[in-house]
């Protein structure tokens, strides 16, 4: 099975609804993150999370929001989703000493198409 | 903010040569670099890391170097194979967030 999925894997959407992808991960990991990637952009991080009490912005965090609900599980949300939110999910966590040496274990990743 | 600046071009090589892929970095010192591989439709998946101590790492046939005075990463598969055909990214943590490059898509012909 795997270590963090995600849901759904696709969805398709329209302009203005609001749409919740979740984030579930298995591997004990307290850190975890969101990001999109888009081509020609490469990946970029929306929101991270070092713990359930502890959320941070990333480097794209407008339009977008998240809930840690236990240690297992991200989710993030479009409140009121556009077109340029179109794009790649990708969910991750990590492990390690921070500043020392991380690395991030990623989800299938979610396809939304916002029309 | 981090820039990070891979081969933008994609990379086609011959089965059994070596493919070297380049990672520029600017406006940090990142304590370390780390390498993913992404196939198609699917999350990137780690391959190295390499802290800033460190000229070289190896790992089976890849290769990494990290030069923090060119703030550079080069990454080398020896003997390259069609499974190898993937898109690589590298990535880099400043101020608690971590930043990709674009990745470098290569391909190995048989």
């Known amino acids: 099975d795997a270590d963090v999925t995600q849901t759904p894997r696709n969805r398709i959407t329209k302009t203005g609804k609001r749409i919740m992808l979740e984030c579930s991960q298995t591997?004990?990991?307290?850190?975890m993150y969101w990001y999109r990637q888009d081509p020609g952009l490469g990946l970029r991080l929306i929101y991270y999370s070092f713990d359930v009490k502890d959320i941070n912005k990333g480097e794209i965090s407008d339009g977008y929001s998240v809930s840690r609900q236990a240690q297992a599980k991200f989710s993030l949300s479009l409140e009121s989703a556009i077109p340029n939110q179109t794009a790649l999910y990708f969910c991750?966590?990590?492990?390690?000493?921070?500043?020392?040496?991380?690395?991030?274990?990623f989800g299938p990743g979610t396809r939304l198409l916002v029309l | 903010s981090q820039k990070i600046e891979q081969n933008s071009e994609a990379l086609n090589i011959q089965e059994g040569k070596t493919a070297t892929l380049t990672c520029n970095y600017t406006?940090?010192?990142?304590?370390?670099l780390q390498w993913y591989r992404q196939d198609p439709g699917r999350g990137p998946v780690f391959l190295l890391l390499?802290?800033?101590?460190?000229k070289e790492k190896r790992k089976e046939r890849l290769k990494v170097t990290f030069d923090t005075t060119l703030k550079q990463s080069l990454f080398h598969i020896t003997a390259s194979q069609p499974a190898d055909s993937a898109t690589y990214l590298c990535?880099?943590?400043?101020?608690?967030?971590?930043?990709f490059g674009t990745g470098t898509s290569l391909t190995v012909i048989p």
């Open positions: 990535a880099l943590e400043a101020g608690n967030q971590f930043y």
């Open positions: 390499i802290r800033e101590n460190e």
């Open positions: 406006n940090y010192s990142p304590a370390y």
């Open positions: 591997k004990g990991h307290d850190r």
């Open positions: 991750a966590t990590s492990v390690g000493d921070r500043g020392f040496g991380e690395t991030q274990y």
